[in-house]
């Protein structure tokens, strides 16, 4: 398993989380299956143009640039609990070596050759503009685009060449054009086999359809090599470096090469042998997973991709996400140092949409799902339940499980299975708030406040029934919300972490005579005021 590498050169956004927790909760949720040979991969990738002009803007190095970034990623995902088996970065030596082999390797078979280029080059700046260097007109659609790809229009990979009305991106001079040398790999000779394998490669319809439709647009071979100073050494010819979706990709082999040295085990059997590679991706980077990345690892003998599993795009209160605009949410400064639950935005992350749908972002939509769906329903439930169990017996009472929850719990987890099996994560969070709500429902029908008198073996099945409730909920709850999944389940008396307890567990009846926890609430309401005071902090950058 591994998720897209996060640029570091800038900190992370709302926009991040759209990969990384899907991913978390997946590996999270085939954990509960039984999967025990999991390996969960990521890393900062720390080449290309975006680390160079980030770097020269703040007047650093490059490389102080990216520790500082790969230690922030390091310590949001820890708060967040995203929790990698290894996470890397593509400056490391060992991904510097790993790339070099390979490409030597592709060019040894023939699938690397030299072209001579007139490339735009600025007078005024005195160098090549690779990349993001340079700025112009999309040929296609004729959209403001980079000299990378199109990523405010159609989407498609670009050569700096072929923009239309070209200028540098630092100085905004108009480029002249130098002839020099550069290296291509041959994407075009791989159609044939790229056709067999999207045919076969599992991924949601993003991935599969966007790579179809580009593969019938026709390929061209991709230019692999770039003049700046900063990257990985291209072996043939080390005036030039490689192009960063060259080394960027390897690094998933390099890091479980890492990881795998460390463990006394042979990285080969990932990335040689059977084993299902999965990548979790935004929806912008396909053409790079779904196209060159497959015929990259083809041409040298690697293991393919199983699967590519693509999301949908982000939205801030709904407009087109954008960091220069302001329509983007700082992790850390706009979330967690505000004191705001991680757990909570994981919610927000995996229940607002299918994972190939658009999501958005608004603060009022969290609001309502904190308060209505977390605290009003779900939290509501679990603390009533064990506060009214809790003061009448402090322990699991003695009673009968009802066939139709031990039905409706079953069906909950063959839904969340189905759903996984497709790459639809809201399933989880819709499943586990089915059986709050209707844990609600029995609780309130039931009376357990007036029959605990009346009637104190109905009153022992109702509330019997609503902890077998809350032990499914805080199993199925796990892979999106494991801090408050574990706090509800050291309430119900349990010692074995519940990241360590299976789905199917969730069906066997909770022993009587189990010690209760004392009951805390697990939510707490998010005040009005305060998410004023956030739209109103949000605002702000925007005007700016």
């Keep these: 398993m591994t998720c897209a590498l996060p640029y570091a050169n800038g900190p992370c956004h709302i926009g991040h989380l759209r990969t990384y927790v899907p991913a978390d909760v997946y590996v999270r949720s085939l954990k509960k299956l039984g999967y025990k040979d999991i390996l969960f991969i990521c890393g900062s990738d720390t080449h290309g143009t975006p680390i160079l002009l980030e770097a020269e803007k703040q007047g650093i190095h490059p490389r102080e640039l990216i520790e500082k970034y790969h230690r922030h990623f390091i310590e949001v995902f820890e708060k967040l609990n995203i929790f990698f088996d290894h996470f890397g970065h593509t400056d490391e030596e060992l991904n510097h070596q790993m790339s070099r082999e390979i490409v030597l390797k592709i060019h040894e078979k023939g699938y690397i050759y030299p072209k001579k280029l007139k490339l735009p080059y600025c007078p005024k700046c005195k160098r090549f503009l690779p990349d993001r260097y340079i700025v112009g007109l999309c040929p296609y659609c004729k959209t403001e685009a980079r000299g990378d790809e199109c990523d405010q229009g159609c989407g498609r990979y670009l050569n700096p060449w072929e923009l239309i009305d070209p200028k540098c991106s630092i100085c905004g001079s108009t480029p002249e054009f130098k002839e020099t040398t550069h290296y291509f790999f041959k994407l075009s000779a791989f159609h044939g ?90 929806g912008d980077i396909v053409y790079h997973h779904c196209i060159f990345w497959p015929a ?12 590519v599993v693509a999301s949908g795009m982000v939205k801030v209160e709904d407009k087109v996400f954008s960091k220069t605009r302001g329509y983007v949410i700082w992790v850390e400064e706009d979330y967690l140092d505000k004191g705001l639950d991680p757990d909570c935005l994981r919610y927000y992350m995996i229940s607002y949409t299918r994972h190939v749908k658009d999501l958005n972002f608004s603060w009022k939509i969290y609001e309502a799902l904190v308060n209505n769906e977390l605290v009003g329903t779900l939290g509501n439930f679990a603390y009533r339940v064990l506060l009214f169990t809790y003061r009448n017996y402090k322990e699991v009472p003695e009673a009968k499980l009802r066939e139709g929850v031990t039905s409706l719990i079953k069906g909950s987890i063959d839904k969340i299975i189905e759903g996984l099996d497709r790459y639809e994560f809201n399933v989880i969070t819709t ?114």
């Excluded at 609600?440 to 406040?449: D, G, V």
């Excluded at 509330?463 to 574990?486: H, R």
């Excluded at 010692?495 to 009951?519: M, N, Q, S």
């Design 193 to 282: 086999f790229l056709e067999e394998y999207l045919k076969k490669m599992k991924g949601t319809s993003i991935a599969k359809n966007y790579a179809i439709k580009w593969l019938k647009a026709g390929l061209k071979d991709w230019c692999i090599t770039r003049d700046l100073p900063w990257g990985v050494k291209f072996p043939i010819d080390e005036r030039l470096v490689l192009y960063v979706w060259v080394d960027a990709p390897i690094g998933y082999i390099t890091f479980t090469k890492d990881y795998c040295d460390r463990k006394g085990i042979d990285w080969k059997e990932y990335w040689k042998n059977n084993a299902k590679i999965i990548h979790f991706i935004g």
């Design 296 to 307: 990259l690892l083809k041409a040298a003998d690697m293991n393919l991709p199983y699967s």
């Design 431 to 544: 499943q586990f708030m089915a059986l709050a709500n209707y844990g609600n429902k029995l609780f309130q029908k039931e009376q357990p406040w007036t029959t605990v008198k009346e009637n104190p073996e109905k009153c022992k099945e109702t509330l019997y029934n609503c902890l077998q409730l809350l032990k499914a909920i805080a199993i199925l709850m796990e892979p999106v919300m494991p801090i408050k999944a574990e706090k509800l389940w050291k309430q119900l008396g349990y010692d074995t972490p519940v990241k360590d307890v299976h789905f199917e567990e969730a069906l066997k009846p909770i022993e009587p005579g189990r010690k209760l926890g004392k009951p805390k609430p697990l939510f707490k309401k998010v005040s009005s005021e305060k998410i004023q005071e956030l739209i109103k902090e949000f605002e702000k950058r925007v005007q700016r």
